[in-house]
T-cell receptor, first 112, second 113 residues
């Protein structure tokens, strides 16, 4: 079993839809969580960083963390064609050297 | 503020050769991590350097090595290249400790033929 599970999609939605992306994890040591967006042939771009359970909002993006269920989500409101990309969740443990464990990525297409 | 810079962007090498990739982190960042990204395995951690010391290493063979200089710039080296080493190699820069954000460069796409 992988430490981080992410539905690979592909996910296709109409412009303006609300998108929900999810990851589950098994390692209780994970304390902080990130979401990245990666366009084809580019490096991952950091969208959200969260350290605690609950919600964090930044513009059209909301990150949600439920440590008791080992479940994280990223919501995209009013999705745009420019949001079409692969979305990666990543997580790490405190108190150790920097090492992120990534989900496999969800490929999202927003149709105009 | 300049982002993470990786050079070169593209490389084609022959099996058995060695290759060196370079990463310049964001100014002021002291932690540099390296990752390999392939379609089959996704993003996998290679190693992390902080203040010129390797703090952590992923599950890769000894052919993969790295170092960090006093200005925080980092290099990774792969010796005796194999076809399976073809991948996008990504460098991530972090301000300091283990629980801070990680910012990635555009990567170096290595093709081994």
């Amino acid at each position: 079993q992988k430490e981080v599970e992410q539905d690979p999609g592909p996910l296709s939605v109409p412009e303006g839809a609300i998108v929900s992306l999810n990851c589950t994890y098994s390692n209780s040591a994970f304390q902080y969580f990130m979401w990245y967006r990666q366009y084809s042939r580019k490096g991952p771009e950091l969208l959200m960083y969260t350290y605690s359970s609950g919600n964090k909002e930044d513009g059209r993006f909301t990150a949600q963390v439920d440590k008791s269920s080992k479940y994280i989500s990223l919501f995209i409101r009013d999705s745009q064609p420019s949001d079409s990309a692969t979305y990666l969740c990543a997580m790490g443990s405190s108190g150790s050297a920097r090492q992120l464990t990534f989900g496999s990525g969800t490929q999202l297409t927003v149709l105009p | 503020k300049a982002g993470v810079t990786q050079t070169p962007r593209y490389l084609i090498k022959t099996r058995g050769q060695q290759v060196t990739l370079s990463c310049s982190p964001i100014s002021g960042h002291r932690s540099v991590s390296w990752y390999q990204q392939t379609p089959g395995q996704g993003l996998q951690f290679l190693f992390e350097y902080f203040s010129e010391t390797q703090r952590n290493k992923g599950n890769f063979p000894g052919r993969f090595s790295g170092r960090q200089f006093s200005n925080s710039r980092s290099e990774m080296n792969v010796s005796t290249l194999e076809l399976g080493d073809s991948a996008l190699y990504l460098c991530a820069s972090s301000p300091r400790g283990s629980d801070t954000e990680a910012f990635f460069g555009q990567g170096t796409r290595l093709t081994v033929v």
